[in-house]
């Protein structure tokens, strides 16, 4: 399931996949990863579904989630080509997924 946001450093409109597996807040596509010009540090390992590790980097970033603003860390890496939200950005915006209806809502 998808859902629209906003990168609000740079205005970047960008379409997030809901993955309620990803147990952190956002992952980045390198390429939207790139475009955003804030300070970037070193982020944590990666365990990649098929077990293996990856290297990150992350940014403090406000996205615009269902007319909410949050406050942040996005992880990405060059091998990364899908934006996610994960299962704790998920609870902190409080979305609700209605898996029957392929609805995303804002309760």
Known sequence: ?????????????????????????????????????????????????????LGSRSKTLTLKILDKEVKTVCLSNPLI????IGELLIRRVNIVIDYKSQEVKDP
Not at 22 to 29: D, K, N, Q
Request: hydrophobic share 30%; aromatic share 8%; with cysteine.
């Open 81 to 84: 080509t899908t934006n996610l």
């Open 1 to 53: 399931m998808n859902i629209k946001g906003t990168i609000l450093e740079g205005n970047i409109q960008v379409d997030f996949k809901l993955d309620t597996g990803f147990g952190g807040e956002c992952l980045l596509s390198y390429d939207t990863f790139s475009r955003i010009e804030v300070e970037e540090e070193e982020g944590p390992t990666l365990r990649l579904a098929n077990g293996s590790y």
